[in-house]
C-alpha cells in the first residue's frame, strides 16, 4: 500500500490525484512514501519538503507565464524527487520532470458516477429530440450568446431545456449549487437528463484559450447517454474522436468543428442545430453510440487510474534504488 501524507497546507483534495486509487494516509512526513501537494497558491508549495512529491495541477492547463507556478516551482530544488501529474504538459516549467499527463474530468466523471456512485446516470433515453442546454459562467462567448441564438428560432427554442445558473430567464432544472455564478458539475439532479435525450454542451474554452479542454460538461453527457453537440474551440470533435468517442456527423452537420473564427463557428453551431431539430429523428438512431461512448469513458477512465498507480510504483522503486 502506498502511502501518502496530505501536505498539512498545500493539499486540496478535489484537486488531487491520489484520491482517485487505493493509499494509505499518514500523519506524518516521515511515515510516508510521498507527500501530496495540490495547490493553485501563489506560494513557494514545495519548502521544506524532504521526502518524493506527488503535485497535481489537474483542472487547467499549465501556462509557462503563470506567476502562481513561477513562484511554486522555483520553491522546487534540483534534489527533490516529484512527479506532477497535468492535464497538459509541465515541460516549459518544469523541465526534465517526472510529467504524466492524464484527462481528469474523464476519470473524475468516472469516479463519481460509476465508482462512488454520487448521482444517478440514465439507463435509457427515448423519443425525438429534446435538447439540454446547461451553461456556466455566462459571459463567455459560446453561452449566453449561444442560448440567445437558439432561442430566435421557434423550432430549436420549443425542444430546449436550459439553464445559465445566474442569469435571468428560463426555468431552474434542478436545484443546483453556484459559486460565483458557475455551475460546479456535481452532484446534479439525473431528472435533467431523464427529461431530455440530447446535450447542446458549451464547453469552457472557446475562443481565448486554444487547447483541447473536455471538462465534466462533456462527460456527464457522455456517462448519462446523451448524443451531443459541443461549441468548443476547433477540432474539438476530432480529437475527441482520438480518444475513441464517437460524434453524431450522420445526423448533425458537424463542418462547425473545423471553423476557427470563433463568430462564425457559433453561427454555424446553431445553423447545424436548427437544422437538425427539423428533421424527425428518434433517439434510437443514436443509441448504439451513446452506449459505445459510456465504455469508451470507463475504459479510457480505469486506463487513467493504472497510468496513476503504475506511475506511483516506479517512482517509489526509483527513490529506493530500485529495491521497492
Request: net charge neutral; with cysteine.
Amino acid at each position: 500500500m502506498i502511502k501518502i501524507y496530505r501536505h498539512k497546507k498545500h493539499y486540496y483534495d478535489l484537486e488531487s490525484v491520489d484520491r482517485f486509487i487505493d493509499v494509505e494516509y499518514v500523519n506524518s512526513e516521515e511515515e510516508c512514501d510521498y507527500v501530496a501537494v495540490a495547490c493553485s497558491h501563489n506560494e513557494p508549495v514545495f519548502e521544506g519538503i524532504t521526502k518524493p512529491i506527488i503535485y497535481s495541477y489537474v483542472r487547467e492547463h499549465p501556462y509557462e507565464h503563470d506567476e502562481y507556478l513561477q513562484t511554486q516551482f522555483k520553491s522546487l530544488k534540483p534534489e527533490q524527487k516529484i512527479i506532477i501529474f497535468s492535464i497538459s504538459s509541465f515541460e516549459k516549467i518544469a523541465p526534465g520532470r517526472n510529467n504524466i499527463i492524464i484527462d481528469n474530468f474523464e476519470l473524475d466523471c468516472y469516479h463519481r458516477l460509476f465508482v462512488k456512485k454520487e448521482c444517478e446516470v440514465v439507463q435509457r433515453n427515448f423519443g425525438t429530440a429534446r435538447l439540454l442546454l446547461l451553461g456556466g459562467k455566462a459571459n463567455k462567448n459560446n453561452r449566453k450568446p449561444l442560448l440567445d441564438e437558439l432561442l430566435r428560432n421557434d423550432n430549436t427554442a420549443g425542444r430546449l431545456a436550459w439553464s445559465m445558473f445566474g442569469v435571468d430567464g428560463g426555468e431552474p432544472l434542478d436545484d443546483i449549487q453556484t459559486e460565483d455564478n458557475h455551475y460546479l458539475g456535481y452532484p446534479y439532479d439525473s431528472i435533467i437528463y431523464q427529461n431530455t435525450n440530447f446535450s447542446v454542451i458549451s464547453e469552457t474554452h472557446f475562443d481565448e484559450n486554444q487547447e483541447f479542454h473536455p471538462t465534466e460538461k462533456t462527460y456527464r453527457a457522455i456517462a448519462n447517454r446523451h448524443p451531443f453537440a459541443i461549441l468548443s474551440t476547433p477540432f474539438f470533435l476530432k480529437k475527441l474522436k482520438d480518444k475513441g468517442y464517437v460524434t453524431f456527423n450522420r445526423l448533425l452537420d458537424e463542418n462547425y468543428d473545423i471553423e476557427k473564427d470563433p463568430k462564425t463557428r457559433l453561427k454555424k453551431f446553431v445553423n447545424s442545430l436548427n437544422s437538425f431539430v427539423t428533421k424527425n429523428i428518434d433517439y434510437k438512431m443514436f443509441e448504439k453510440k451513446c452506449e459505445h461512448n459510456v465504455n469508451t469513458l470507463i475504459k479510457n477512465a480505469q486506463e487513467t487510474k493504472q497510468r496513476i498507480i503504475e506511475g506511483i510504483k516506479n517512482g517509489i522503486r526509483t527513490s529506493n534504488g530500485g529495491n521497492a
